[in-house]
């Protein structure tokens, strides 16, 4: 696993257009590479803002959006259309906007979906169809995503894998339920550490200055059950992108001079 590299901008504003501009030079770049690209979404104002800043960038007709696999880290189970669903919000931001392939989209199960309201059915399901989706040279049960992005909370937390909770000690299982999330709502489905570690590339998102405690323990060597987003590592790369705000408690030594 990479070693945590850290990108701190001045504001969030200009973290959200060079993250933007970052992703689309990523997905050119696969695509150029080996045709398609995978990329797995993150919600939350981090996530969202860099999805609004990618739809207004002009390089972003580069991307052939129809050879692109989506699919997200975690989702509220919530009905189809819910507003405070992240797919809800990413469509909003972005993807309603540009010319995906709908076979390409892979949501997360709504509370109304096939599994119906059974968090751990459908958690099952986003499993199942992620290891339909692995080829032979993929690293286990999911593809090998290019970029996996990340949203980290005050908490520490990323995707819905929360402090000392359980699904954030689970080592087998690739997607599993949260029940009794200590953010509302309280029932999730979320990826685990180990699909998270078969991403290329993770990138951590940290904007803000209540996300500066959170940026400082994670990059201190703190466990990842005490602080989730200290296990998210991808196999090439783990890159933090950050705003100064959210970089103001890190040790001067452990990151660059904020970006022009």
Known sequence: MSAPQLVVHRDKDLMARAAAARLITKIVDAQASRGHASVVLTGGRNGNGLLAALAAAPARDAVDWGRLDLWWGDERFLPEGDPDRNVTQAREALLDSVPL????????????????????????????ELARAAGPQDHGRVPAFDV?????????????????????????????????????????????????????????????????????????????????????????????????????????????????
């Not at 892979?106 to 399901?125: I, K, L, R, T, W």
């Not at 992005?149 to 402090?163: I, K």
């Not at 690739?174 to 993770?202: Q, Y």
């Open 101 to 128: 392939d709908p076979e390409r989209v892979h949501a997360m199960p709504a509370s109304d979906g096939p599994h119906g309201g059974d968090v751990e059915e459908a958690a099952a399901g986003y499993a199942e």
């Open 148 to 260: 996996l992005m990340l949203g980290v909370g005050p908490d520490t937390h990323v995707a819905s894998l929360f402090p000392e909770l359980p699904a954030v000690r689970e080592t087998e299982r690739t997607v599993v339920g949260v029940r009794g999330a200590p953010k509302p709502p309280p029932t999730r489905t979320t990826l685990t550490l180990p699909a998270i570690r078969a991403a290329r590339e993770v990138w951590l998102l940290a904007a803000g200055e209540d996300k500066a405690q959170a940026a400082a323990i994670a990059l201190s060597g703190a466990g990842e059950i005490q602080a989730p987003a200290a296990g998210a590592r991808g196999r090439a790369r783990t890159l933090w992108l950050l705003d100064a705000a959210a970089a103001s408690r890190l040790p001067r030594s452990l990151y660059p001079p904020a970006s022009p």
